[in-house]
Structures are given as structure tokens and as C-alpha cells.
């Protein structure tokens, strides 16, 4: 009995070298496209290209949360942008059921009018708040992350499923934010304002007056897409009074560091200025100097430019998708025949 057992052990290991091998190769060949979709999107909206979603290029925005490929958000971005028919089968992910709870990541979801301001915001929010994941449910969030008995993180499960399934694995703690869960401005919004911006009060100081400098609510200054206005959660709520208002709350914004100062009396949420003053909340100040934003808002006036042949990069995309689409099936045929070796081996034991 010792030496089929034998074949059959060797036959397996074969099996599954040969899957790993063809797992290593499907995540390579998918590094090399989205590369080159990320040059094509560049070159396409720096010359007012209309983009299709054949292709799915990568934003800015992807861009920047690519680069941390230890993260969630990392992932989950690195997921959608390999979405299809053929990569979903490879990575067999119970958490593409509920992908249409997941909204996206924090960064992406908003635009703001200049870099300046984009600085600021993601300064004062911070790289864990930048990069968390919005869903919409409880389930959502659930399906994220499962559990053993004994409440270890179960690798084989969840997003830390995907990170083995790609490769890749996820480096600490992540932030995810469900909007069903948070409590949304109650009051109205500025009437006929296409953005619908949230009507909260102006400051005042204690003689009655708005500060001077007072420009505006933080929450005001994030740009959104039309289909996060509203109906983004299950109450038809929109982002602006649900999830930015639970980062901004009532961060006011001035001019300068100097007219924030003076408006200390009427400032209880925190302040923001142009030239780089940051308070925290009532009584907590950040100092110092401004450091590297790995994460920010894309600002709407930032335009990449670069020389690429569009014709020669889509045909390349094509190219690398059939034959990672081949690899695919390659390795779904070896997983076939693993798990028919490991039944033969369990009928002779």
C-alpha cells in the first residue's frame, strides 16, 4: 500500500506547485495590466478621452491607495479594478456577494476644489480615516471579516481571503465605517444648491457677530457625485449629511491661522485655515510643519499628462486579459485534478 500512497502524495504535491505556480502568474499578469491602464487613463483624461469601462483604468485616486498594498483598501481597490467574469472564479470570494454594500474608500468618495484645501482635509482626517472602508449595512461590514470559535481571524475568509487568493496579505488594523450605523445632520440644506450643501448656522462670537476669515463648514468643501447626493444608504440619505458629516462635523474653515485664533470663542468642533492652521477640536492644536500626504482628495483642477499610444496599450490590455483568461482556466483544470488525486488517495487509505 505504501508505494500508490507515495504516487499519490507526489501526485498531489505536483498538483499544487503547478497551482501556485498558475495563482503567482495570473497576479503578475494582472500587475502588468493594471499598469497599463493606469498609463492609458492618464494619458486619456489629460486629453479629455472619454474612458471606457472595458478597460477600467486606474483614477488618481486608485493610484494613490494602490501604492499601500498591505492595506484593506489596497485590496479591495486592487479587486475592483480586476473585476470579471474569470478573475472572480480564480479568487472564489464569498465577499463579491455583498460587494454593492461596499461604497467605496474614504478618499475616493469626494473632490475639493484645490490641492490646498485637499492637503488640509486629509491632514486633519489622517491616512487610517483616508483609507477606510464606507459600506452601506451591518451585513456588509460582517461579510468583511470572519471568525473562529475562539475569535481568531479566519485568512481563508473575508478580505484577508482575497489578500492569500492574490498573493498579497493585510499589514494591521483597518478602519470600516458602516452608514447605516451613523446619525445624519438633522437640519436642512441650502436651498437650490446642486450639491446640497448642509444649512448649518454661521459661528458667533459672543458680541453676535460671524468671525471674520469664516469662510465656510469643511463638510461643505467636499465635491461629491451626483449618486452619492442621495439614496446612498437605506434611509436615502446622501454622504455630505451622513459620512462626512460624521468626519467633519462642524470643522469651520478661515482665511488665515490668525482670524481662526480670534475666532477661538465660537470654535467648538475644530478649525481649519488656508495658510495651514490645524485645531483638532476645543482646546487640542496641531503645530509643527505639514508632512508628505500619502493619501489625499483629488483636487477637481489636477490634470496628469504623459505620451502614450492608445492604440498599442489597449491591444496590449487585451493581449495580457486572454492570456491571463487562459491561465485561469489552466489552473481551475489542476484544481480539478488535485481534488480528484486527493479522493483517489482517500478511497485507498
Request: net charge negative; with cysteine; aromatic share 4%.
Amino acid at each position: 500500500m505504501y508505494k500508490p500512497n507515495h504516487q499519490n502524495n507526489l501526485e498531489i504535491k505536483r498538483h499544487e506547485d503547478n497551482i501556485k505556480f498558475l495563482q503567482n502568474e495570473i497576479n503578475r499578469l494582472g500587475e502588468s495590466i493594471l499598469e497599463l491602464q493606469g498609463s492609458l487613463a492618464k494619458h486619456q483624461s489629460a486629453n479629455g478621452i472619454a474612458i471606457t469601462n472595458e478597460n477600467r483604468p486606474t483614477t488618481e485616486e486608485e493610484d494613490q491607495i494602490l501604492r499601500h498594498e498591505k492595506s484593506a483598501a489596497g485590496l479591495l481597490c486592487r479587486l475592483k479594478l480586476l473585476e470579471s467574469q474569470h478573475a472572480t472564479q480564480a479568487l472564489n470570494l464569498a465577499l463579491t456577494k455583498d460587494v454593492l454594500g461596499i461604497v467605496g474608500i474614504v478618499a475616493t468618495l469626494g473632490r475639493v476644489d484645490d490641492d490646498n484645501l485637499s492637503r488640509l482635509l486629509s491632514e486633519y482626517l489622517g491616512l487610517e480615516t483616508m483609507l477606510a472602508i464606507v459600506c452601506r449595512t451591518n451585513e456588509a461590514v460582517m461579510v468583511l471579516e470572519k471568525y473562529d470559535g475562539d475569535g481568531t481571524i479566519l485568512t481563508s475568509a473575508g478580505i484577508h481571503g482575497l489578500g492569500t487568493s492574490m498573493g498579497k496579505s493585510i499589514r494591521g488594523r483597518f478602519l470600516v465605517i458602516c452608514l447605516d450605523e451613523l446619525s445624519p445632520y438633522v437640519g436642512g440644506f441650502v436651498a437650490d444648491d446642486p450639491q446640497r450643501k448642509l444649512d448649518i448656522p454661521k459661528p458667533q462670537l459672543p458680541n453676535g457677530e460671524c468671525p471674520h476669515g469664516f469662510l465656510d463648514y469643511a463638510v461643505n468643501t467636499i465635491n461629491l457625485d451626483s449618486n452619492n447626493l442621495v439614496n446612498v444608504t437605506s434611509s436615502g440619505h446622501g454622504l455630505r449629511e451622513t459620512l462626512f458629516y460624521s468626519l467633519l462635523s462642524r470643522l469651520q474653515m478661515y482665511r488665515t491661522r490668525a482670524e481662526m485664533l480670534l475666532a477661538l470663542p465660537c470654535i467648538n468642533h475644530g478649525a481649519l485655515s488656508l495658510d495651514g492652521g490645524i485645531i483638532k477640536k476645543s482646546g487640542v492644536f496641531i503645530l509643527g510643519s505639514s508632512k508628505d500626504i500619502e493619501i489625499k482628495f483629488l483636487a477637481k483642477s489636477g490634470e496628469p499628462s504623459m505620451t502614450v499610444n492608445d492604440d498599442e496599450t489597449e491591444d496590449m490590455i487585451k493581449k495580457l486579459k486572454l492570456k491571463r483568461t487562459h491561465v485561469t482556466e489552466d489552473m481551475q483544470r489542476e484544481q480539478e485534478l488535485l481534488d480528484f488525486a486527493k479522493a483517489n488517495l482517500a478511497r485507498k487509505v
